[in-house]
T-cell receptor, first 109, second 113 residues
């Protein structure tokens, strides 16, 4: 069964501090992993995907197949990073996304 | 990026009536759209996969006769909540796949009174 686990409901950090949002997944094959972000009063939008191996807004995420993890990291948090972050998994191109419960990141000035 | 538009963004209806929610891909064609439901402070739960020109595929536990999905064109999918009850009150979100990425609508807040 496909499952995405985000253990933290809320993560509060000070501005300039490092951030790590945890995500673990369960999937029998080779999944595609994503991070989506939802800013206040805005729609869900893609932040990054593991196959791109890119950095968006200073965030990076590395897929660790051994630990079945896809943690989201940023070395220096900014106030505008405050949002709801969802880790998601897809079994293949065009297949529906399975979401974790989300982590609310609050960056304190 | 691509734009997915949902309408209405908010609707209140009486118990027993039906409500239709539209999901449109504005600048691309989507053979596949997905409908999610989100309860307060919870994650998005996939309800069904909407396929253009064919029947929708519903997830286990989702009543297909209650949540009617129609995907009559490559840019429009509709979700009709039939005989709505207060427990159907929720946030409904659609997603359309461009071929490389899924884009989301702004969501529809349904309140059944």
């Amino acid at each position: 069964a496909q499952r995405v686990t985000q253990p933290e409901k809320l993560l509060s950090v000070f501005k300039g501090a490092p951030v790590e949002l945890k995500c673990n997944y369960s999937y029998s094959g080779s999944p595609e992993l994503f991070w989506y972000v939802q800013y206040s009063r805005q729609r869900l939008q893609l932040l990054l995907r593991h196959i791109s191996r890119e950095s968006i807004k200073g965030f990076t995420a590395d897929l660790n197949k051994g630990e079945t993890s896809f943690h989201l990291k940023k070395p220096f948090a900014q106030e505008e990073d405050s949002a709801m972050y969802y880790c998601a998994l897809a079994g293949g191109l065009g297949t529906p996304l399975v979401f974790g419960k989300g982590t609310r990141l609050s960056v304190i000035a | 990026g691509a734009v997915v538009s949902q309408h209405p963004s908010r609707v209140i209806c009486k118990s027993g009536t039906s409500v239709k929610i539209e999901c449109r891909s504005l600048d691309f064609q989507a053979t596949t759209m997905f409908w999610y439901r989100q309860f307060p402070k919870q994650s998005l739960m996939l309800m069904a996969t909407s396929n253009e020109g064919s029947k929708a595929t519903y997830e286990q536990g989702v009543e297909k006769d209650k949540f009617l999905i129609n995907h009559a064109s490559l840019t429009l999918s509709t979700l009709t909540v039939t005989s709505a009850h207060p427990e159907d009150s929720s946030f409904y979100i659609c997603s359309a796949f461009t071929g490389t990425e899924a884009f989301f609508g702004q969501g529809t807040r349904l309140t059944v009174v």
